[in-house]
Structures are given as structure tokens and as C-alpha cells.
Nanobody, 124 residues
Framework: QVQLVESGGGLVQAGGSLRLSCATSRRTGRRLSMGWFRQAPGKERDLVAAISWSGGSTYYADSVKGRFTISRDNGKNTAYLQMNSLKPEDTAVYYC?????????????????WGQGTQVTVSS
């Protein structure tokens, strides 16, 4: 069973940066498009950013445009989320997710693999 393993969360002051990583536990032989979701306490899990298999197409939620960058290295089976200019409202558990196919989805139920989540806390 393939697993997604996340790393890179933590505590940072407002205005700071963090980089999240998401690696597959082994090569799958499938094309996986990737997404990063986040869930704050008492709120729904929302898509933050997504990237196609080739990396040629990306999506960003309006709230993170210009601050977050999603990327991937298929040779390392790893996707990244670079988060700059962090704000307290970015505080949440961040989840990596994967969908089989060349194109990403924007709905949770399109993703069939999920990471365990990593906490990001931004202090004011």
C-alpha cells in the first residue's frame, strides 16, 4: 500500500516561511497529481494548492496566491509547498493528497491517497 509521508510543519512567526514536503513511500508506477489541503479547528478541509503530474499546471486558492508555491520533483516522488509571508490565519493542519491521473482535482473526494497531516502554527 502506497503511503504519503509529509514533513516540514512547525511553529513560525507571522511573516516567516515554511516548506512542506510530501513523499510517496515507494514508486507507484502511476501518474499522480498532487494537492495540498488544510483544515483549521472547527472549519472544513479546503484545497490550498494543486499541481498536475507534469508540473505544468497549478492551482492556488485566492487566500494564498502570491505567497505559496507548489512544486514537485518526480525523480524523488516528492511534492512541495513553499509558504512565504505566513499569516496567523494560515494556522491549520496541512494534508498532502494524491489523485491518479495527469490532472489535479479541486474536490476532496477526487483524491484517493492522503497523508497523515502536519501542523502549521503561525504566531502573531
Amino acid at each position: 500500500q502506497v503511503q504519503l509521508v509529509e514533513s516540514g510543519g512547525g511553529l513560525v512567526q507571522a511573516g516567516g516561511s515554511l516548506r512542506l514536503s510530501c513523499a510517496t513511500s515507494r514508486r507507484t508506477g502511476r501518474r499522480l497529481s498532487m494537492g495540498w489541503f488544510r483544515q483549521a479547528p472547527g472549519k472544513e478541509r479546503d484545497l490550498v494548492a494543486a499541481i498536475s503530474w507534469s508540473g505544468g499546471s497549478t492551482y492556488y486558492a485566492d487566500s494564498v496566491k502570491g505567497r505559496f508555491t507548489i512544486s514537485r520533483d518526480n525523480g524523488k516522488n516528492t511534492a512541495y509547498l513553499q509558504m512565504n509571508s505566513l499569516k496567523p490565519e494560515d494556522t491549520a493542519v496541512y494534508y498532502c493528497a494524491a489523485v491518479t491521473g495527469s490532472n489535479y482535482g479541486t474536490a476532496m473526494d477526487q483524491y484517493d491517497l492522503w497523508g497523515q497531516g502536519t501542523q502549521v502554527t503561525v504566531s502573531s
